[in-house]
């Protein structure tokens, strides 16, 4: 089992950048796939990237490709997120969530459901 811990979020200008981290405690990090997902209010949490276990496979939603970086460093059991040319649409509540042993290659890791583990989330907002 593993706990959760996003930081990193806060307010920015259109075109600004953040890294949002976070922390895992517990056991059998490097074997949890790991994801981002977003909530802006009034609307469902969708996905916005997911890392593997081993950090050799990333995926991100279409509006984020090019933008955003997900990485991984499995010695301090923390993934990041790092953000780019935000834009105000990119405004919300950023969750972090991890699953292990995950199958990677039939795209689950964009399904809510299928992460057992979440953060408390962090805010996120994009002036224009």
């Known amino acids: 089992q593993v706990q959760l811990v996003e930081s990193g979020g806060g307010l920015v200008q259109a075109g600004g950048s953040l890294r949002l981290s976070c922390a895992a405690s517990?056991?059998?990090?490097?074997?949890?796939?790991m994801g981002w997902f977003r909530q802006a209010p009034g609307k469902e949490r969708d996905f916005v990237a997911a890392?593997?276990?081993?950090?050799?496979?990333?995926r991100y939603a279409g509006s984020v490709e090019g933008r955003f970086t997900i990485s991984r460093d499995n010695a301090k059991n923390t993934v990041y997120l790092q953000m780019n040319s935000l834009k105000p649409e990119d405004t919300a509540v950023y969750y972090c969530?991890?699953?292990?042993?995950?199958?990677?290659?039939?795209?689950?890791?964009?399904?809510?459901?299928?992460?057992?583990?979440w953060g408390q989330g962090t805010q996120v907002t994009v002036s224009s």
């Open positions: 969530a991890g699953q292990p042993l995950l199958n990677w290659y039939n795209s689950t890791y964009r399904s809510l459901t299928a992460y057992n583990y």
């Open positions: 517990g056991r059998a990090f490097n074997i949890y796939t």
């Open positions: 890392i593997s276990w081993s950090g050799s496979g990333t």
